[in-house]
């Protein structure tokens, strides 16, 4: 038993678990929430398996709007998965309910617990490996979106409002600087004087979701890699997990923040930017996975700019972190005075590359199109 949950009792009174518990261990594999393994054995026999959470809501302070979405979402893809004649049980997360029949549970000292399927024989892995495993991991997150086509995004709450609003990260980061709590700008020039030089940049997708010519869509919103369970014979991936963030949004946040994490050659914290470089294969293997699935749900002009919201979405970070490091380091966890700016810098140096191999994504993305048969 995992000495962190002191009332379980609580919990098996809160939940509507089936058979007789037979262990508990903790999963060390998330930042924010705490998670577990419950397991129960049937009279039969059969063993029930659940991931037990407690949602952090210092991060996510409206667990009702949030388990709305999350509720929403899965039942939705329950119902597609189904349709589809796909197996629910492993390719999508379920929400059980409490015996009253809400989705979560505050217990007595005040903690939001949660209760999930477990999706057996899988498993998650943490950085790209090769360029197949970032194809498949695409595939799944293409699915997700392909799925999810036709749900009504606008129905869903921001459960971290302007996320991924880069016109208002753009406007943060105008006013850590600004401010300068800690002093530390003067440490930055170059850096900064490279986001103020791409202030147009970060309206483009938003103009266009104004304009219309962009829609709006159900987004993750957080798609590293190891949010997509891959099945333990075939490495295939099987389910989109950690669901926290699932907002309304644009499908190329999702897509543009892939190729940020996986198609970098280097840590999100190298400080031999030498070694930070786009990798253009790891990009053709992501961006050929996500269209297999998605493609055909997705609009030409999204098609289109496919590969400048990877460029987007890794200036959007490497902003994030200069602001924090001008702001003092209040949001990331740092391990050093200069984490935050090296951080921003592999961010940049990224940018910088996306920028000199931009015609060659472009072309990446058309010819993955021709190849797939996508007349968009």
Not at 134 to 153: S, V
Not at 330 to 352: A, I, M, S
């Amino acid at each position: 038993m995992s000495e962190k949950i002191n009332n379980v009792e609580e919990l098996l009174n809160a939940f509507q678990f089936k058979g007789e518990l037979s262990e508990i261990k903790q999963l060390d594999d998330g930042h924010i929430n705490d998670t577990y393994y419950f397991e129960f054995v049937e009279e039969n026999g059969h063993k029930c398996r659940y991931l037990v959470q407690v949602l952090n809501t210092f991060v996510f302070k409206d667990p009702d709007a949030l388990m709305k979405n999350v509720v929403g979402v899965t039942n939705y893809l329950h119902d597609m998965i189904i349709k589809n004649g796909g197996d629910p049980e492993r390719e999508s997360l379920y929400v059980y309910p409490t015996k009253d029949n809400k989705s979560y549970y505050i217990d007595k000292n005040g903690k939001c617990w949660r209760c999930y399927n477990f999706i057996y024989d899988a498993h998650t892995v943490q950085m790209v490996d090769c360029a197949e495993t970032f194809y498949k991991a695409a595939k799944a997150f293409g699915k997700f979106q392909q799925m999810l086509a036709d749900y009504p995004g606008e129905t869903l709450s921001e459960t971290i409002p302007n996320f991924h609003n880069t016109v208002s990260r753009f406007a943060d980061f105008k006013k850590a600087l600004a401010d300068n709590i800690s002093g530390r700008a003067e440490q930055a020039e170059k850096e900064i004087s490279f986001v103020l030089a791409r202030e147009k940049d970060c309206s483009v997708l938003l103009d266009l979701l104004k304009e219309g010519k962009l829609p709006l869509r159900v987004t993750h919103n957080d798609t590293k890699l190891n949010n997509v369970m891959l099945d333990n014979t075939t490495g295939e991936g099987i389910c989109v997990v950690d669901l926290d963030t699932v907002m309304p949004g644009l499908s190329l946040y999702d897509f543009g923040d892939s190729i940020r994490f996986g198609a970098n050659t280097a840590a999100e914290d190298e400080k031999d930017l030498s070694k930070v470089n786009l990798s253009l294969e790891y990009f053709k293997a992501y961006a050929m996975g996500y269209l297999s699935t998605a493609g055909e749900s997705l609009t030409a002009e999204e098609i289109n700019q496919l590969a400048f919201s990877s460029k987007l979405m890794t200036l959007e970070c490497g902003m994030r972190f200069l602001g924090d490091f001008i702001n003092g380091d209040v949001y990331f966890k740092t391990d050093y005075p200069e984490h935050n700016l090296v951080r921003c810098r592999t961010q940049f140096k990224l940018v910088g590359e996306m920028e000199k191999h931009m015609d060659e994504m472009n072309a990446i993305v058309k010819d993955c199109c021709k190849e797939l048969g996508l007349n968009k």
